[in-house]
């Protein structure tokens, strides 16, 4: 094989690419043990597989899907340390963290169509009951059942223990700790055991091993085959009841929503970002959970026009950043061309503009549509500049335009700068564009008496 | 028996053991004798029910509902609470938490082992019933309607004692009122049993004319009568007044179900028992033994599961129930106000709650079709589950049921298409689009799992080939194609809009070949990426897909029906499903593929070319320095969204760099997008602000970058 053929072939082949990272995961030593749990969980559903078709029991067919559904955990255990060895590629910019989550989604839900099966499957039971050998019933029952609680207990699965924890609690959860409730009344000693909540796989597991158990019993004394049917809908309803509440978190992890639970804490943030000096709204928020448990998150913060941009947004990512660990920031101001026209050297600027106002405009209108209500003074006001400077009286209306922008910068007024923009207004009112223009400027002459002007001022080189 | 009580009162959940904390409970030992006095009288009812059982066999009034007497006394004898507390948990959604749904599951697993499992002597009243056992005509006209059901008799006396305690239920609610109008719940009993002898005497004046009378002599039947009277009606009624004014309704409920529900258990198994009948003062007449019903082993497993959900569902719920903190007591406890569930109730009346669902669902096209081939799908089902009862066809019954689980897929999609128009909220912040993407996905991962276990199905026919009876299955798979070839074109009509490919009929290759296609083609430069149309409606490709392998499935029936009929090859059938399973897989591949990358915020591929292009447009830009964290990412359908983090020189105006960045990058096709534009002020801000210390590292190495860039940029 030549040189170019090695270079080609991970980037062709879908197995070649696959068996690479399988090797980079083996190189692991923690992956071993995973390999070697799921090479014991092929045999075991192998034979368990043979064992059902030879009772012909629906219900050890349900029991066994939960040991195929063992098999989906370990490899979800596995993409978890893939995940974490893997960079993020250009492609897939997030990184591989939602893999994880892909996987547990796609496990929990494969579970329960599983369980679907096994509902459908009853249902024709119910019409034709065959007959159950209660052979191997017992042994197979046992043999899934110790070999869950293994894998349970032996393997640390990172996602699926944080999903199950995460996750609202299944009904049968609920119902055994309501029971557990009343019985650690008696014993108080169980209660370390049984109380805030059980592990919800070591549950069904239980849970439906008891089923199958009083499945075997009622078929040896008496022959109610019909029994064997009924545990198959128990544990495919517990099944449903068990995954559920974990692809709904996780699926809502997909869905890229905001967690519930970080709401208050986020709401409480934005309130403080609102009350910055400076900003004047907060819109656009966008956050929703990346992984299992890191939030990513996009804002746009508008503020005042005489704000220092690149102070506002220092201090709210450093209030967001706290909870937001992947956080974009957007600072929009309305109206920003003006100022620049009065407050720089004004031939540059004009220079300057002319060369950009063709790009800006339509764009600007593009942006702004997003919010309506918030943009109504750069509407209005937004084809002026253009043409304003060779017809100034021609398509402006002073009063009217007074009366749209004085409303949103209400809250920036309210910061003790009334009396300068009533001065400012008297001084520059003008009229035509002088009236709206010298409104603005009132504001761009401030920020050098803010602080932080000074500093960029330092930093400049 | 009190020492049973003992023991309930402990074991029940929360129930003395409460302590303290609760509502206001009157010490137990006043209320002992109450309760005893009432556990006498129940012991005594079921005397009197179990004699009045006898009584009626003699005297033919009502005797059908009376034929199952342990049923009566389990099922009739639940007090209203505990019915009215399981009606809520079935109806009302706010029951009272997990232990009341687990005693409504309790009770009705309990009908349910009445029904299914006390089949002891069900063969032998088969067999009794061209005998004549039955003498009146009343009593075997009910019998063929019950027959005719399809139920035994007792069953549908189960059935009749569950219509008849709802019946019970509902007066006992109604006349709480109607007992003040009349002057006390005394005058109001006197008056409905009054009511329901005049009721009753037309029949048994019938009855008594029509069949020849069994008894020898009345005289004799006095007495029992009088026990039955006393027990049954008064004696129990007043018992119960008493106790439910000395004590709360819930608790009364409790001890009063317990020892009938134990004493009709003794009396089923005994009453019929030759010491028993020996005890008995009276001389049975006509006593059939054959006709009793032995105490069975379902319905003790049912009795007990009457016990408990009987124990539960009357114990007051307490935690269920969501308290309104009104403050705390002097002692410095919490106090609670429960009246809160009472507002809460807000739900819209059904029929409206459809009708808006439906307008909903009509308004757009793809609902809309998903929703009429559902209909059509499921009006096919009930067709062929119709037909397959009346034929007692078990094939057709068990078709009916697969397309029942196929039309769940169906369900999930009209549910996702409905949920992807939902306005945006706080916590869905981009909006519900992004759950069509999931539910093709879901639809995918079915397409799959069904896929598989037809293949494993024919793997297993390949190896042992069973013989087919293929006389029924032509006609139903060929009403099953007609209707998935119905959804196919009505999918596929929307589906080649999108594309521009030729009609996806049947060819699963050209279908998926049409996929791949798309990415090319569809995406050109068009940037209008309206709701309606989208290139990449992942939603409804899981919905076609599923409609194309339902018709690839009914193709492979025909086919290999006519190959087993023209040729015997019974090895076609397997093979022909292993094809299936095959083409079907292959065919789901790049839907689960395509909603997995979305799933993973992949760099959407149609895009991947333009925003490469406008990456490097935007490096051109005056007074930019560097991009970094460029992450976009398609949301849904129709909102691509993207973030970046660029960096400036500090003497460029920020907000131009953001106008002149979002126009190039929306030209690419990104519609939500979010520009966070930084200055070396920024970083110097960030590293003076309390940021922790490796943050502050990344920051200077941000900071080092940009001055190096910012070098590199003064040079040229």
Redesign the interface.
């Known amino acids: 094989k030549g040189t170019i053929h090695l270079f080609r072939k991970p980037q062709r082949s879908f197995f070649g690419k696959l068996l690479q990272e399988f090797r980079l995961v083996a190189a692991d030593r923690r992956s071993w043990k995973i390999l070697l749990f799921g090479a014991i969980n092929l045999a075991c559903t192998g034979f368990l597989l043979m064992w059902c078709s030879s009772t012909n029991s629906i219900a050890l067919t349900a029991y066994t899907y939960l040991t195929i559904f063992d098999l989906f955990s370990l490899m979800t255990c596995l993409i978890s340390y893939w995940v974490t060895m893997r960079k993020p590629s250009p492609v897939y910019s997030f990184g591989f963290e939602r893999l994880e989550v892909l996987a547990v989604f796609a496990s929990t839900v494969l579970a329960q169509l599983g369980a679907l099966f096994i509902l459908k499957e009853s249902a024709e039971r119910f019409l034709e009951q065959p007959e159950i050998h209660t052979g191997r019933l017992l042994v197979g029952t046992f043999v899934a059942l110790s070999f869950n609680l293994f894998t349970m207990l032996s393997i640390r699965n990172k996602p699926f223990a944080y999903v199950s924890e995460a996750a609202s609690t299944s009904w049968l959860q609920e119902h055994v700790a309501d029971l557990s409730r009343s019985l650690c009344g008696i014993i108080p000693g169980l209660s370390s055991i049984f109380l805030p909540r059980m592990n919800p796989f070591v549950l069904i597991d239980l849970a439906g091993a008891f089923a199958l158990c009083i499945t075997y019993m009622l078929i040896e004394i008496n022959n109610y085959f019909a029994v064997d049917t009924a545990s198959a809908i128990a544990i495919a309803l517990m099944t449903f009841g068990t995954m559920y509440p974990m692809s709904v978190y996780s699926g809502k992890v997909l869905l890229q929503t905001t967690p519930p639970h970080v709401i208050g804490q986020l709401d409480k943030l934005i309130r403080e970002v609102s009350t910055l000096d400076g900003v004047l709204e907060v819109r656009n928020e966008h956050f929703w959970t990346l992984g299992f448990g890191s939030l990513a998150g996009s804002v746009h913060v508008r503020i005042r026009r005489d704000a220092n941009e690149q102070m506002v947004l220092a201090h709210v990512t450093n209030r967001l950043y706290t909870l937001v660990s992947t956080l974009t920031v957007q600072i929009f101001k309305d109206d920003w061309i003006r100022p620049a026209l009065l407050s720089g050297p004004v031939a540059a600027n004009v220079l300057n503009f002319s060369d950009h106002h063709i790009i800006p405009m339509p764009l600007l209108k593009g942006t702004e549509d997003l919010n309506p209500v918030t943009s109504t003074p750069t509407k209005p006001s937004s084809p002026p500049p253009e043409f304003s400077f060779n017809t100034p009286g021609k398509n402006v209306n002073p009063v009217t335009l007074l009366n749209t922008q004085t409303r949103p910068y209400g809250l920036g007024l309210n910061h003790g700068h009334t009396p300068y923009s009533n001065m400012l207004n008297q001084v520059l009112g003008v009229p035509g564009i002088g009236a709206s223009q010298g409104f603005r400027t009132g504001f761009t002459n401030i920020p050098s008496r803010y602080g932080t002007n000074s500093r960029i001022g330092q930093s400049r080189p | 028996m009190e020492e049973k009580y003992g023991g309930d009162v ?2 029940g ?2 129930g003395g ?1 409460g302590g303290g904390l609760g509502p206001v409970d009157v010490p137990s030992a006043r209320l002992t004798k109450y309760i005893v006095l009432l556990c006498f009288t129940k012991f005594l009812k079921a005397v009197g029910l179990f004699e009045s059982y006898d009584l009626l066999k003699v005297v033919h009034v009502v005797q059908f509902i009376f034929i199952l007497k342990l049923g009566t006394l389990l099922l009739f004898e639940h007090s209203d609470i505990v019915v009215i507390s399981l009606l809520s948990v079935l109806f009302t959604s706010s029951g009272g ?3 009341k ?2 005693g409504a599951a309790f009770f009705i697993i309990a009908v349910i082992c009445l029904l ?2 006390d089949n002891d002597d069900l063969m032998a009243k088969m067999a009794e019933h061209p005998e004549g056992h039955h003498d009146s005509a009343l009593t075997h006209m009910l019998y063929t309607a019950i027959a005719f059901l399809g139920v035994a008799d007792h069953k549908g006396g189960v059935l009749l004692l569950v219509l008849a305690l709802c019946c019970k239920v509902g007066f006992h609610t109604a006349s709480r009122k109607l007992s003040i109008d009349v002057g006390g719940a005394k005058r109001l009993q006197a008056l409905s049993h009054l009511v329901s002898v005049l009721l009753l005497c037309p029949w048994v004046i019938v009855l008594s004319m029509t069949t020849e009378s069994k008894v020898e002599s009345w005289f004799s039947l006095i007495m029992p009568f009088a026990t039955v009277i006393f027990f049954v009606m008064i004696l129990d009624f007043y018992v119960d007044s008493i106790c439910s004014v000395k004590m709360e309704a819930s608790k009364c409920a409790r001890y009063g179900s317990f020892p009938i529900f134990i004493s009709a258990l003794l009396f089923g198994n005994f009453w019929t028992h030759p010491i028993t009948d020996q005890l008995r003062a009276m001389n049975k007449a006509a006593h059939q033994e054959s006709t009793e019903h032995v105490l069975s ?1 379902g319905v003790v497993v049912s009795a007990v599961f009457f016990i408990l959900s009987a124990n539960i569902l009357s114990s007051p719920s307490k ?1 269920g129930q969501k308290g309104t903190l009104i403050g705390y007591s002097p002692e410095g406890t919490p106090l609670y106000n429960f009246m809160g569930d009472a507002f809460q109730h807000s739900s819209q009346s059904i029929p409206r709650f459809i009708k808006e669902s439906l307008k909903q669902i009509l308004e757009e096209s793809d609902s809309r079709q998903i929703f009429y081939f559902l209909c059509l799908n499921l009006l096919f089902t009930f067709v062929e589950l119709f037909y397959g009862v009346l034929t007692n066809s ?1 094939g057709l ?2 078709d009916g ?2 397309m ?2 196929d039309c ?1 897929a169906l369900v999930m999609g009209l549910f996702a298409a409905l949920m992807s128009r939902w306005k945006a909220t ?5 909006g519900y689009g ?2 069509e993407i ?1 539910s093709g ?2 639809n995918g ?2 397409l799959m ?1 069904i896929a598989f ?1 037809v293949f494993m199905e024919s793997v297993a026919r390949l190896i042992d080939p069973p013989e087919l009876d293929t006389h029924m299955l032509t006609p139903v798979s060929v009403g099953g194609l007609i209707v998935n070839l119905i959804g196919i074109c009505a999918f596929s009509h929307a589906h080649s809009h999108n594309h521009g490919a030729s009609q996806g009929s049947c060819h699963s290759s050209d279908h998926s070949h049409s996929h791949h296609m798309h990415g090319h083609s569809d995406h050109g430069h068009s940037h209008s990426h309206g709701s309606t149309g989208g290139g990449m409606n992942a939603n409804m490709r899981g919905v076609f897909l599923h409609v194309l392998a339902d018709t690839l499935g009914s193709i492979g029936v025909i086919v290999s029906t006519i190959l087993i009929e023209q040729f015997g090859w019974f090895i076609a059938d397997p093979l022909c499903s292993l094809f299936i399973a095959i083409l079907i897989f292959l065919s789901v591949v790049p839907l689960i593929k395509d909603a ?1 990358q979305v ?5 959407p591929p149609e895009y ?1 070319k333009e925003l490469h292009n406008a990456l490097e447009k935007i490096q051109k830009i005056e007074g930019l320095i560097s991009y970094r ?5 398609r ?1 849904s359908a129709s909102v691509v ?1 993207g ?3 660029i960096q400036v020189t ?2 460029v ?4 760099v ?3 960045v ?2 190039i990058i ?1 030209d690419a096709g990104v519609n939500n997008l ?9 970083f ?3 590293s ?4 922790g210390f490796h ?1 502050v590292l990344a920051m200077t190495k941000q900071m080092e970058s940009m001055k190096y860039c910012k070098d590199g940029t003064y040079i040229m």
């Open positions: 402990l074991a959940p929360g053991s938490g997990p232990a749904t687990r299914l499992f082993g935690r078990l019954i068990s049921f697969h029942l689980f769940s706080r916590i869905f912040s981009y992004r759950i999931l996905f879901i991962l079915f799992v276990f997995c799933l993973l915020l992949r760099l991947e964290d460029a992450h976009f990412w949301h969204a973030t970046i983090h500090s003497d105006l920020e907000q131009r953001v106008q002149q979002t126009g929306k979010t520009i966070q534009v930084e200055k070396e002020a920024y110097q801000h960030m003076g602000l309390s940021t943050d």
